[in-house]
């Protein structure tokens, strides 16, 4: 995993798009329709917090580790209380990555693609870690 690419990638649509709200969420509820029903009354607060708390994940995540390998395995074990399993919590993250593709057009290279395949598999095998201790 190539942290400055997934940085310089973060950055880039940050400066292109500004907030990334809307547009993950539109790509998120285009692809799972029922998810749209999930987040409550407080949808519009929830969206917002929650792709900034998913966001400084990936930050972390990416760079000393120092909280977030641990947080997604506590947030995924959480998500299953209100019905969002792991595979649709890490659905968040790889549908983040494909709003970046988006924004960035040309600039999303054949490393860039990489360095955030990784990230989300890497980021899926934490939210799975639990299951086996539910089964
Ligand atoms: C498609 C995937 C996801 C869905 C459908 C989802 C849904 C929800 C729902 C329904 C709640 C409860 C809201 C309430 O209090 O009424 C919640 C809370 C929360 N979500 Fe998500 N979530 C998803 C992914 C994520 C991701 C990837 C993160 C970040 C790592 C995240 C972080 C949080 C946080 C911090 C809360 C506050 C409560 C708690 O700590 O559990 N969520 N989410």
């Given at each position: 995993?190539?942290?400055?690419?997934?940085?310089?990638?973060?950055?880039l649509a940050a400066a292109?798009?500004?907030?990334?709200?809307?547009?993950?969420?539109?790509r998120l509820f285009a692809e799972r329709p029922e998810l749209a029903q999930s987040f409550?009354?407080?949808?519009?607060?929830?969206h917002g917090?929650?792709?900034a708390r998913a966001l400084e994940t990936i930050l972390d995540f990416i760079g000393d580790s120092a909280y977030a390998a641990n947080l997604v395995a506590a947030e995924s074990?959480?998500?299953?209380?209100?019905?969002?399993?792991p595979e649709t919590f890490v659905t968040f993250?790889?549908?983040?990555?494909?709003?970046?593709?988006?924004?960035?057009?040309?600039?999303?290279?054949?490393?860039t693609d990489t360095a955030w395949r990784e990230l989300v598999a890497a980021m899926s095998a934490c939210a799975h870690q639990d299951e086996g201790a539910l089964a």
């Open positions: 995993m190539q942290a400055d690419i997934i940085t310089h990638s973060l950055e292109r798009a500004g907030d990334l709200t809307p547009l993950v969420y539109a409550g009354h407080n949808a519009k607060s929830v917090e929650m792709l074990a959480a998500h299953a209380t209100y019905d969002v399993p993250f790889r549908v983040i990555a494909e709003t970046l593709r988006d924004v960035l057009g040309a600039d999303w290279t054949a490393e």
